[in-house]
């Protein structure tokens, strides 16, 4: 079996793990299709920006909760963008971590919200450094003058 050959299964069975185990859903899968030759770099510019966006929302919440008089509305809205932006990547598992700490919000619950805050940093470091590892396995790929398989 060939460098590339090699390569494609494991971006397959990478990208598989990833959805198995509920770090990805479907969105990711249509982010994926709107990725063309006009736009080859379309998911990886999305993605970025969702890293950059997360980083200051989770410092955003990080202030917010650290506060003497929490303004859970405030908060709330952290945390709804939060989800939006994930859950518009694909990324399940901190999205779902977003759906509980809204709920925290609603019930003005300040260690609720403590612990989902330390939830979603681990939840969207875990999906940075995975989505890092996708991108980095498909420049292997191309650099080895393969092409990105197709996920169905």
Not at 137 to 142: A, F
């Amino acid at each position: 079996m060939d460098a590339v050959t090699q390569l494609q299964r494991q971006f397959v069975e990478y990208t598989t793990s990833l959805y198995r185990e509920g770090y990805l859903d479907d969105q990711f899968t249509q982010l994926q299709k709107l990725q063309d030759e006009s736009n080859p770099d379309f998911v990886v510019e999305v993605v970025t920006l969702f890293f950059e966006d997360s980083e200051k929302l989770l410092n955003n919440l990080t202030a917010a909760l650290q506060q003497e008089n929490i303004d859970y509305k405030q908060v709330d809205a952290h945390v709804h963008q939060f989800k939006g932006s994930s859950s518009s990547i694909g990324a399940e598992r901190v999205k779902n971590v977003c759906v509980v700490f809204r709920n925290y919000c609603d019930e003005k619950n300040l260690d609720g919200c403590v612990l989902c805050l330390q939830q979603a940093k681990n939840e969207y470091i875990l999906i940075r450094n995975k989505l890092e590892a996708l991108f980095n396995l498909e420049q292997q790929i191309l650099q080895a003058g393969g092409s990105v398989p197709v996920m169905a």
